[in-house]
């Protein structure tokens, strides 16, 4: 008896970009109810895939891992690497807020609190009265989304500070401050994630 052998159809070129979360992307051109070209990413390789991501457009990956194609923006002010780095460092100072995570957007230099943390599976690991695997803890901190707590806004002073409210419809508050960012930073981050926070006005 001859057997036969299937040959599977060779999988298209794609431009691939794989997240923090290590999933990977496709790129994609469809169109738009007018006609036009709408460029996105997709999980698996379909009709309509690119090999490479057209002119003038660039891929975009927020802090929560999701993967889009956005235009390239036009060169704007750019925040001083040293004055994230400040920031960076002044988190990540607290034990509490190990986990926390400083990126910048837009403009600000924005402060993000995890919605999973070492320090929530320590206390679920104390409760069940045993360790949590390793691997559970690494790939829950993997996965990990972020909501923004607090920004630093430039103004005239250096920088304005906001942090986050949750009552009615939430948002940024008004500014905390405006000053030096080391003296914002040095009298501000400490109360992420403390019940002072919430009487900072």
Do not use: C
């Not at 630093?152 to 030096?180: C, H, N, Q, V």
């Amino acid at each position: 008896m001859v057997k036969l052998r299937i040959v599977k159809p060779a999988t298209p070129n794609a431009f691939a970009h794989t997240n923090r979360m290590g999933d990977t992307f496709y790129l994609h051109e469809g169109r738009t109810k007018t006609g036009k070209p709408r460029y996105f990413f997709a999980k698996t390789v379909g009709d309509g895939a690119l090999a490479e991501m057209p002119d003038g457009f660039e891929v975009s990956e927020s802090i929560n891992a999701v993967v889009s194609v956005r235009r390239k923006r036009a060169a704007q002010r750019q925040v001083p690497a040293a004055d994230v780095e400040l920031v960076r460092a002044a988190v990540k100072q607290h034990r509490h807020l190990r986990d926390h995570d400083v990126s910048v957007v837009g403009p600000a230099i924005v402060v993000f609190e995890p919605d999973t943390s070492r320090a929530l599976l320590e206390q679920i690991a104390v409760d069940l009265g045993r360790p949590l695997p390793e691997s559970y803890v690494q790939e829950r901190i993997r996965r990990v989304r972020f909501r923004p707590v607090m920004k630093f806004e430039p103004d005239p002073d250096g920088y304005a500070i906001f942090r986050m409210t949750y009552s009615g419809r939430g948002g940024w508050s008004y500014p905390l401050a405006s000053g030096k960012l080391p003296e914002l930073v040095r009298q501000f981050v400490r109360h992420i994630g403390t019940d002072a926070f919430f009487e900072l006005f």
